[in-house]
């Protein structure tokens, strides 16, 4: 009999090989195409001649569907189509369960879209007796954190002489028709529970565990808790009558602290639900809740009042406490959570807030990190009494130290507010105004580090600290840095606090005209357009390639679409950099090709597509045929750097925000080009 020990083992000396094997297969896995939705029909019988025919997508983790009801100038919708030919009617518009809405900066439009899964219903009524079979078409886009597909058409199939489940094969080429209909929910279960989660909701867990482990720390340098070190010190020196039972005690106190800081955060979770959080985070009303309960968290940091659990909560814990043991020890920890609460409850409050954004198990991971920060300083010196010695003695650096959290509180209140002025459009809140709030906030704060401000409570400054100096002299260079924000600047550092720069009174700047190329301008390149910063831009591959060779440049082949989001953000994070923007427009031709371009080819032009045997009637469709026939790739964005006969200069890449790492592909390939 095998141990479980030893099936771990297997288990994951099998992750590491699969791991090894999956790197050296790295170009596959970057050139690959890409099916993470899956269309379901089925019929239900009204009465007499009415049916309901209802279409279910089933949708890859980590990836999103757009809903029927997005705006023109946004992401492609959902949309659905039927051919009745006097066989049957339709009853009404076609209904859609309920999706996520929230606001994308980068539209600057609200959009819906939907997770794991979507189903849509449509009546209809039946003028022929004796159908059988109903036929319609869907279109749809997906997208996922790093790429968008483009927009793709599948057919649907409805069997009304029995109203079993089929899943759809979309245009049917012969590639993918001998693919079996998979009816059994058990085989859909069995390959949603072996996906991993995807890298970049991994990365956003990271940045929540280490923010708010920060926090955590930040939290221990307040007043309402650095005192009570010294009391966990004398508790555990009566407790522990020798070094290796105050060890064990003192590590069970610790892992107490945790997980009565988890708990809160599961609870969380529990109630609201693991994805709630995130609708809720572009809610108006939930901003607008959560702007007033920050103010209040600030005003309280700041002296004006004290949050306070009931006096009954804490003196009834104590008491457990008196017990000792494993209980007393527990309740010890539970102690240090109230009686600190007026210090940390604004904190987590904070930290449940921000988790919102992210959704799922965010506030678990968020109170991990947290708690974690806590446990650890109390879990040593309760082990090691003889640390005390080393600590600093309290004073007025704690008030200090909260007084600072308050002003950072009130900042980020500013931030839901901004959430919820940039939904509801009401312009109330644009760039330079917020820019304004936070310049006012930070120069305060500085006044404050400076001693030239005294806030209640605030013990007498005979002199500033090398470390009060210090803080306050990086928070007086960050107000500085804010500055030509108002003026245009992009303020990289705070790149998604601050509203878009289309959001602004002014986009470009008061008192900034642009200069350089304009359309129609005689230095624009015939057969051009102005792309994203002015970079001169093809949109036909072969009339791109003819100026390249002309004027002996490699080509950028930027694979696009007008509605990928994540196009935007390369465009507007990566692209617009000094260095990255100048080789761009001197040293390389660039090519963007809409996959998504509704254009509808000249008839001569339409064909079939030998590699995915669809029909390819619009412009889009010519490209992203090319896209996949050439690169084995169907999402976006996607960049391939080539020479003037089109062979590749070195491997493509797709969505990277590491700016460096993408200019340093830029710099590889042009390289490459001089020295062939």
Same mark, same amino acid.
Request: hydrophobic fraction near 40%; aromatic fraction near 12%; charged fraction near 20%.
């Given at each position: 009999?095998?141990?479980?020990?030893?099936?771990?083992?297997?288990?994951?000396?099998?992750?590491?090989?699969?791991?090894?094997?999956?790197?050296?297969?790295?170009?596959?896995?970057?050139?690959?195409?890409?099916?993470?939705?899956?269309?379901?029909?089925? /019929?239900?019988?009204?009465?007499?001649?009415?049916?309901?025919?209802?279409?279910?997508?089933?949708?890859?983790?980590?990836?999103?569907?757009?809903?029927?009801?997005?705006?023109?100038?946004?992401?492609?919708?959902?949309?659905?189509?039927?051919?009745?030919?006097?066989?049957?009617?339709?009853?009404?518009?076609?209904?859609?369960?309920?999706?996520?809405?929230?606001?994308?900066?980068?539209?600057?439009?609200?959009?819906?879209?939907?997770?794991?899964?979507?189903?849509?219903?449509?009546?209809?009524?039946?003028?022929?007796? &004796?159908?059988?079979?109903?036929?319609?078409?869907?279109? #749809?886009?997906?997208?996922?954190?790093?790429?968008?597909?483009?927009?793709?058409?599948?057919?649907?199939?409805?069997?009304?002489?029995?109203?079993?489940?089929?899943?759809?094969?979309?245009?049917?080429?012969?590639?993918?028709?001998?693919?079996?209909?998979?009816?059994?929910?058990?085989?859909?279960?069995?390959?949603?529970?072996?996906?991993?989660?995807?890298?970049?909701?991994?990365?956003?867990?990271?940045?929540?565990?280490?923010?708010?482990?920060?926090?955590?720390?930040?939290?221990?340098?307040?007043?309402?808790?650095?005192?009570?070190?010294?009391?966990?010190?004398?508790? #555990?020196?009566?407790?522990?009558?020798?070094?290796?039972?105050?060890?064990?005690?003192?590590?069970?106190?610790?892992?107490?602290?945790? +997980?009565?800081?988890?708990?809160?955060?599961?609870? /969380?979770?529990?109630?609201? &639900?693991?994805?709630?959080?995130?609708?809720?985070?572009?809610?108006?009303?939930?901003?607008?809740?959560? #702007?007033?309960?920050?103010?209040?968290?600030?005003?309280?940091?700041?002296?004006?009042?004290?949050?306070?659990?009931?006096?009954?909560?804490?003196?009834? +814990?104590?008491?457990?406490?008196?017990?000792?043991?494993?209980? &007393?020890?527990?309740?010890?920890?539970?102690?240090?959570?109230?009686?600190?609460?007026?210090?940390?409850?604004?904190?987590?409050?904070?930290?449940?807030?921000?988790?919102?954004?992210?959704?799922?198990?965010?506030?678990?991971?968020?109170?991990?990190?947290?708690?974690?920060?806590?446990?650890?300083?109390?879990?040593?010196?309760?082990?090691?009494?003889?640390?005390?010695?080393?600590?600093?003695?309290?004073?007025?650096?704690?008030?200090?130290?909260?007084?600072?959290?308050?002003?950072?509180?009130?900042?980020?209140?500013?931030?839901?507010?901004?959430?919820?002025?940039?939904?509801?459009?009401?312009?109330?809140?644009?760039?330079?105004?917020?820019?304004?709030?936070?310049?006012?906030?930070?120069?305060?704060?500085?006044?404050?580090?400076?001693?030239?401000?005294?806030?209640?409570?605030?013990?007498?400054?005979?002199?500033?600290?090398?470390?009060?100096?210090?803080?306050?002299?990086?928070?007086?260079?960050?107000?500085?840095?804010l500055i030509p924000g108002l003026w245009g600047a992009p303020l990289q550092w705070v790149s998604g606090f601050p509203p878009p720069g289309q959001y602004s009174e002014s986009p470009y700047g008061v008192g900034n005209s642009r200069g350089g190329l304009t359309s129609g301008s005689p230095d624009l390149p015939e057969g051009a357009e102005l792309g994203p910063h002015d970079i001169p831009s093809f949109h036909d591959y072969e009339t791109g390639m003819v100026y390249a060779t002309k004027e002996d440049k490699p080509v950028l082949l930027d694979f696009t679409g007008y509605a990928c989001v994540n196009c935007r953000k390369m465009e507007e994070r990566v692209w617009s950099d000094p260095k990255v923007l100048q080789v761009l427009k001197n040293d390389l031709v660039l090519i963007s090709l809409y996959v998504d371009d509704k254009k509808a080819l000249p008839e001569e032009e339409q064909y079939v597509s030998k590699t995915t045997g669809k029909k390819i009637e619009t412009v889009g469709n010519k490209w992203?045929?090319?896209?996949?026939?050439?690169?084995?790739?169907?999402?976006?964005?996607?960049?391939?750097?080539?020479?003037?006969?089109?062979?590749?200069?070195?491997?493509?890449?797709?969505?990277?925000?590491?700016?460096?790492?993408?200019?340093?592909?830029?710099?590889?390939?042009?390289?490459?080009?001089?020295?062939?």
């Amino acid at each position: 009999m095998i141990s479980v020990k030893t099936k771990h083992i297997r288990i994951n000396i099998y992750k590491l090989c699969l791991t090894i094997l999956l790197l050296f297969q790295a170009n596959e896995v970057l050139s690959q195409i890409y099916d993470p939705v899956s269309w379901e029909t089925s /019929v239900e019988k009204i009465s007499g001649n009415d049916y309901e025919l209802i279409i279910k997508a089933t949708i890859e983790p980590g990836w999103h569907l757009y809903a029927q009801n997005i705006d023109e100038g946004g992401p492609v919708p959902t949309s659905f189509k039927f051919s009745p030919n006097g066989k049957f009617n339709l009853q009404g518009e076609t209904a859609q369960s309920n999706p996520h809405t929230v606001y994308d900066d980068i539209f600057e439009m609200e959009t819906s879209f939907y997770e794991d899964r979507a189903e849509f219903r449509q009546k209809i009524s039946l003028e022929e007796p &004796g159908v059988a079979v109903i036929e319609g078409e869907v279109t #749809f886009m997906v997208c996922d954190d790093t790429q968008c597909l483009p927009p793709e058409t599948k057919i649907l199939t409805f069997k009304l002489a029995s109203t079993g489940k089929a899943q759809l094969t979309g245009e049917k080429n012969a590639a993918d028709k001998g693919n079996d209909l998979k009816e059994n929910e058990n085989t859909e279960i069995e390959d949603k529970t072996v996906q991993d989660i995807n890298s970049s909701n991994e990365r956003s867990f990271w940045g929540i565990f280490f923010i708010a482990f920060l926090s955590g720390f930040a939290a221990l340098l307040t007043p309402c808790v650095f005192p009570m070190i010294p009391m966990t010190v004398s508790f #555990f020196t009566k407790q522990s009558k020798t070094k290796s039972a105050g060890i064990r005690n003192a590590v069970f106190y610790g892992v107490c602290i945790i +997980i009565i800081y988890v708990i809160l955060g599961s609870l /969380v979770t529990l109630i609201f &639900g693991a994805d709630a959080l995130n609708a809720l985070s572009t809610n108006v009303w939930f901003n607008l809740i959560f #702007f007033l309960l920050l103010l209040i968290f600030a005003f309280s940091f700041l002296g004006a009042f004290e949050l306070v659990l009931p006096s009954s909560w804490s003196t009834r +814990i104590d008491s457990k406490a008196d017990r000792g043991g494993v209980i &007393g020890i527990f309740f010890m920890a539970l102690a240090l959570a109230v009686v600190s609460f007026s210090c940390t409850g604004p904190i987590v409050g904070t930290l449940l807030v921000q988790a919102a954004s992210e959704g799922g198990f965010a506030p678990l991971v968020g109170m991990l990190g947290f708690s974690s920060a806590i446990a650890i300083p109390f879990t040593l010196f309760a082990a090691f009494p003889g640390w005390l010695n080393s600590l600093p003695r309290s004073g007025g650096w704690l008030n200090t130290v909260k007084a600072v959290l308050g002003f950072l509180e009130l900042a980020l209140a500013f931030k839901f507010l901004s959430n919820a002025d940039l939904v509801l459009q009401l312009h109330l809140l644009e760039r330079e105004t917020f820019l304004a709030i936070w310049i006012a906030i930070f120069g305060t704060l500085t006044l404050y580090l400076f001693g030239k401000i005294n806030l209640p409570h605030d013990s007498p400054l005979p002199h500033i600290s090398v470390g009060r100096l210090s803080l306050g002299i990086f928070v007086l260079a960050f107000t500085l840095y804010l500055i030509p924000g108002l003026w245009g600047a992009p303020l990289q550092w705070v790149s998604g606090f601050p509203p878009p720069g289309q959001y602004s009174e002014s986009p470009y700047g008061v008192g900034n005209s642009r200069g350089g190329l304009t359309s129609g301008s005689p230095d624009l390149p015939e057969g051009a357009e102005l792309g994203p910063h002015d970079i001169p831009s093809f949109h036909d591959y072969e009339t791109g390639m003819v100026y390249a060779t002309k004027e002996d440049k490699p080509v950028l082949l930027d694979f696009t679409g007008y509605a990928c989001v994540n196009c935007r953000k390369m465009e507007e994070r990566v692209w617009s950099d000094p260095k990255v923007l100048q080789v761009l427009k001197n040293d390389l031709v660039l090519i963007s090709l809409y996959v998504d371009d509704k254009k509808a080819l000249p008839e001569e032009e339409q064909y079939v597509s030998k590699t995915t045997g669809k029909k390819i009637e619009t412009v889009g469709n010519k490209w992203s045929d090319f896209q996949i026939k050439n690169y084995k790739a169907n999402a976006q964005p996607y960049y391939v750097l080539l020479d003037n006969k089109g062979k590749n200069l070195n491997a493509p890449t797709a969505y990277d925000p590491d700016i460096d790492s993408y200019l340093n592909w830029l710099n590889e390939g042009i390289k490459n080009y001089h020295e062939k």
